[in-house]
């Protein structure tokens, strides 16, 4: 796997050529975004849909409208966070990938995480659940926290446009991302703990 990127722009556009993904032979472009996030919040979604196909950026429909309304709930902005999908591109009529789809895209998005080194990683939706902790079930473990085994956190959410298809679910979106901000303060909590620690160690080892 390719890693030595200079830039995001860098990495997605060599995948958009070195990949075995057969939608992109349906699709109109790949779905990325070129700037890393000022927060090392990452999320993950499934697959772009008909507006993302257009333009090019993920979650910029209705589903993402609904995703920003959810980041400024908890004083976020959509250019702090880092927003990407399984599957890099559309898939016909926005049915849900397939799972040699989802492989074919797979070292893409290892290599944009190797990139990004988020904090913490979001998903949304089934698949990218199913990606990152296997056993998880999204009906039961939405609002929860997981560890990856390479350590980073993952945050267990619904996919936006599940809310938009089942009104239930908007309250349920809007009180885990209320979760996920306690998560996200207490993550920072634990790294300025771990950074008094081993500032104290460095003290001691100089003495």
């Not at 939706?125 to 902790?133: I, T, Y």
């Not at 703990?193 to 500032?199: A, F, G, I, L, Y």
């Amino acid at each position: 796997m390719k890693t030595d990127f200079n830039s995001l722009k860098d990495l997605h556009q060599y995948y958009a050529v070195h990949n075995t993904c057969k939608l992109k032979t349906v699709a109109t472009q790949p779905v990325y975004e070129i700037e890393p996030p000022s927060s090392g919040i990452l999320f993950i979604g499934e697959a772009p849909g008909r507006n993302e196909d257009l333009q090019g950026r993920p979650f910029v429909g209705a589903a993402g409208k609904f995703l920003d309304e959810l980041l400024e709930d908890i004083g976020l902005t959509r250019d702090q966070v880092y927003v990407t999908n399984v599957v890099k591109y559309r898939p016909p009529n926005n049915r849900e990938p397939n799972e040699l789809e989802k492989e074919s895209c797979r070292v893409w998005l290892n290599s944009e995480l190797l990139f990004i080194k988020p904090k913490v990683i979001v998903t949304l939706g089934r698949h990218a659940l199913e990606r990152f902790v296997p056993d998880a079930r999204i009906t039961s473990d939405h609002g929860q926290s997981f560890t990856h085994p390479t350590g980073i956190p993952v945050f267990v959410m619904y996919h936006p446009a599940a809310a938009l298809y089942n009104p239930n679910l908007k309250e349920t979106m809007k009180e885990d991302f209320k979760k996920l901000e306690e998560f996200l303060e207490s993550l920072e909590t634990k790294t300025k703990e771990n950074s008094k620690k081993n500032d104290a160690i460095n003290e001691i080892l100089e003495m």
